[in-house]
C-alpha cells in the first residue's frame, strides 16, 4: 500500500480494510474531497472499480452489485450534497436487506459551521435507514488511531446487511503529493488486522410452536415471496413442501419458483386467486417467508384470515395487514429443515386441486401466447421470462412488469434468477441496479418499462460506458399505465396529463444515447429472435410498442383466458 501523505494513508487503510473485509468493487463518484478515496481504490489490486459521475446512478449499481453477489459493494462520493443523491439506493439497500457500504468523504472540523463551500452536515445523513454508522475522524498519524480505523471500518464491513455509513472527513493536500510521514507509520497501518468476527443469532428451533399451528389442519400452504439470497432456501422449502404434500405458491423473485421441477410449486396462483374457485382453496394456516408480497391479490390471500406464520430472518416484521399470529426469528432454511419431520397430514385432495388448477392455467397461457399476432404486455412477459437463457439473470422494474412476469411467467426456466428492488419498490435507479448485476458477470436482461427506463436514462449511459452487457426489453406503452387499474383510471378528464404522463421520448434516440442497439420487434417470434441475438453482448435497448389506452383490455383478455381453464377444471 503507496501512501504518497498522510490522507492517502488514512483513506488507503480505509480501501484495505474493506478489501480484507470481502468488498470487490468500488463504484466511483468524481469529486475533490474524495480524491484520496477514489485513488486508493483504483490503486487496489483487490478491487474492481466502476466510474460513474451520477451519484443516484451509481449507489443503486452498487446495490445491483451486491443484490447479485451477496457481498457489499462500495460507492465513494465526494462531501456536500452528493452524499444525499444516494438516499433512494440506501433506502432500498436498507428495506430489502442488500449489503451496501456508503462511504462519503466530507470536510475537516475545521469547516462546518462557518459557511464553507461545499460543507454540509453529514452526520447521520441516512437517519434510520443504515445498520451501521461512523465518523472515521480526520487522518490522525498515530498507530493506535490507525488500529481503531481498520477495526471500525472491519465493523461496517461485516454489519453491512443493509447498509453501513462511512463518513470521511480529509484535509488538503487532496493530491498525491509527496510529504515525510512518521518512521513505522506505514507498517503499523498494514500488519494490524482486527478480528473478523460476525454477530449471529443463535436461536433454537422450536418447531413445537409450529406443530401446534399446523396439527390437525388438512389446508396448508407455503409462500415464498421476494427474496435476494442464493442459499439453501429455495431447496429447503422445495423438499419441505414435497414431504409435507402441500402447495408452494412461489413469487416470481422469490428465488423459488424456478428449480426443482419436482417440487409442488404453484407459479400461476395469481390467475387462480381471481376465479371464483379460488374460495375452495382458501387455506387455513400459511407459513411465509421472505420480503413483501407483490400484488394485492396475494396480500388479499394473506389476510384472508387464515392462521399465519412469518419467518423472519433479521427480526422485521413484514406484515402490513397484521395477519400473522406468529413471527419466527432466524435462518429460514434451519427452520425449514426443523420442521420438515413434523407428522403433517394435509388433505391431498387440496395439493390436487392446486396443481390442476396451475397447470389449466399454465396451458390457457401458452395458448394465448400462440394465438397472438401482435406483442402485448402479458406476452411480453412470459416471452422474456422463457427465452431468457437459463442460468441467466432476469432483472425486473416496478409498477406493471414484476406484476406481470409475476402473473404470467412460469416455473418451466429451471435455474432463472429474477431478482427485483422490492424493499422500497420505487422505480428509482432499475436500469442501474441492472447494470449492477451484470458487473457480477452474471448475463442480465432488464424487463421495464418506458418511464421507468428514462427516469434511469443516465444509469442507461454510464453503464453502457462502462463497458457492460445488459438486454434491455422497454415496454412502450405511453407513461404510467399502472394508474389505469386504479380508481383514478376511471377518470379520464386529467388521467393522460397528470397520471399517465406519456413521455414521448424516441427510444430510438434514447439508445442512440447510450451508443447501444435498438430492436423494435411487433411479433413473439421477432421478439424471440432479437432477444437471442441481443443476449450475445453489448447494450441492447428491445423496444415493445403496445397501445397504452388497450392495457387494462388486454389484460382482462388474458385473465379470461385463465379464468376459463380453471372454471373447466
Known amino acids: 500500500m503507496r501512501a504518497p501523505n498522510s490522507q492517502y494513508l488514512w483513506a488507503g487503510v480505509i480501501v484495505d480494510e474493506l478489501a480484507r473485509s470481502g468488498v470487490r468493487h468500488a463504484v466511483i463518484c468524481p469529486g475533490s474531497r474524495s480524491a484520496p478515496l477514489a485513488v486508493a481504490c483504483g490503486s487496489h489490486g483487490g478491487i474492481r472499480c466502476w466510474p460513474v459521475p451520477d451519484e443516484r446512478s451509481a449507489a443503486f449499481l452498487a446495490l445491483g452489485i451486491g443484490k447479485a453477489s451477496g457481498s457489499p459493494a462500495m460507492v465513494v462520493c465526494t462531501s456536500g450534497t452528493a452524499g444525499a443523491h444516494f438516499l433512494p439506493a440506501v433506502m432500498e439497500a436498507h428495506l430489502s436487506d442488500v449489503p451496501l457500504v456508503v462511504v462519503t468523504a466530507d470536510r475537516p472540523p475545521e469547516l462546518h459551521g462557518f459557511g464553507a463551500s461545499q460543507t454540509v452536515d453529514q452526520q447521520h445523513l441516512y437517519g434510520r435507514y443504515t445498520r451501521f454508522f461512523a465518523d472515521v475522524g480526520a487522518p490522525v498519524m498515530d498507530a493506535g488511531a490507525l488500529r481503531h480505523l481498520r477495526a471500525t471500518v472491519s465493523r461496517a464491513a461485516h454489519l453491512s446487511r443493509g447498509v453501513a455509513h462511512l463518513n470521511v472527513p480529509l484535509r488538503e493536500p487532496l493530491a498525491p503529493t509527496e510529504e515525510s510521514l512518521p518512521a513505522g507509520l506505514l507498517d503499523a497501518a498494514t500488519q494490524f488486522t482486527p478480528p473478523h468476527t460476525l454477530t449471529t443469532r443463535h436461536h433454537v428451533m422450536d418447531a413445537g410452536r409450529v406443530a401446534d399451528i399446523v396439527t390437525g ?9 421476494p427474496r435476494d439470497a442464493q442459499d439453501g432456501l429455495p431447496d429447503a422449502l422445495r423438499t419441505l413442501a414435497a414431504r409435507w404434500n402441500v402447495p408452494l405458491l412461489a413469487e416470481a423473485a422469490s428465488g423459488v419458483r424456478h428449480g426443482d421441477s419436482a417440487a409442488p410449486v404453484i407459479a400461476h396462483y395469481e390467475a387462480v386467486l381471481r376465479c371464483p374457485a379460488a374460495k375452495t382453496l382458501a387455506p387455513e394456516v400459511i407459513l411465509k417467508f421472505g420480503g413483501r408480497v407483490t400484488t394485492r391479490v396475494l396480500q388479499g390471500l394473506v389476510d384472508s384470515g387464515a392462521t399465519v406464520v412469518n419467518f423472519s430472518e433479521n427480526g422485521e416484521v413484514v406484515d402490513p395487514g397484521h395477519a400473522a ?5 432466524g435462518d429460514p432454511a434451519a427452520w425449514c429443515r426443523s420442521l420438515v419431520d413434523l407428522p403433517v397430514r394435509v388433505s391431498p385432495e387440496y395439493l390436487a386441486r392446486w396443481r390442476e388448477c396451475d397447470l389449466r392455467v399454465s396451458a390457457a397461457l401458452d395458448e394465448q401466447t400462440g394465438r397472438e399476432e401482435t406483442l402485448t404486455e402479458p406476452a411480453v412477459a412470459r416471452i422474456v421470462s422463457s427465452v431468457t437463457p437459463e442460468g441467466s439473470t432476469l432483472f425486473v422494474s416496478s409498477s406493471m412488469p414484476i406484476r406481470d412476469l409475476d402473473a404470467f411467467s412460469s416455473s418451466r426456466n429451471s435455474s432463472l434468477r429474477v431478482l427485483a428492488n422490492r424493499g422500497a419498490a420505487g422505480i428509482d435507479g432499475i436500469v442501474s441496479s441492472a447494470f449492477g448485476v451484470a458487473a457480477t458477470g452474471a448475463r442480465t436482461v432488464l424487463l421495464t418499462g418506458d418511464t421507468t427506463l428514462l427516469h434511469d436514462l443516465g444509469g442507461l449511459v454510464w453503464g453502457a460506458r462502462l463497458g457492460l452487457s445488459l438486454v434491455v426489453v422497454v415496454i412502450n406503452n405511453g407513461g404510467g399505465r399502472i394508474f389505469s387499474f386504479l380508481p383514478i383510471g376511471r377518470f379520464p378528464e386529467h388521467f393522460e396529463s397528470l397520471f399517465a404522463m406519456p413521455p414521448g421520448v424516441s427510444m430510438v434516440d434514447v439508445a442512440r444515447v447510450a451508443s447501444a442497439r435498438h430492436h423494435q420487434p411487433t411479433t413473439p417470434a421477432e ?19 403496445v397501445d397504452g389506452a388497450q392495457t387494462v383490455a388486454q389484460h382482462e383478455h388474458w385473465w379470461a383466458a385463465a379464468r376459463a381453464a380453471v372454471e373447466g377444471a
Open 325 to 329: 399470529s406468529l413471527v419466527l426469528e
Open 217 to 225: 389442519r388438512g389446508r396448508i400452504l407455503l409462500l415464498a415471496a
Open 527 to 545: 421478439l424471440t429472435a432479437c432477444m437471442r441475438e441481443a443476449l450475445e453482448g453489448g447494450v441492447h435497448v428491445v423496444e415493445i410498442v
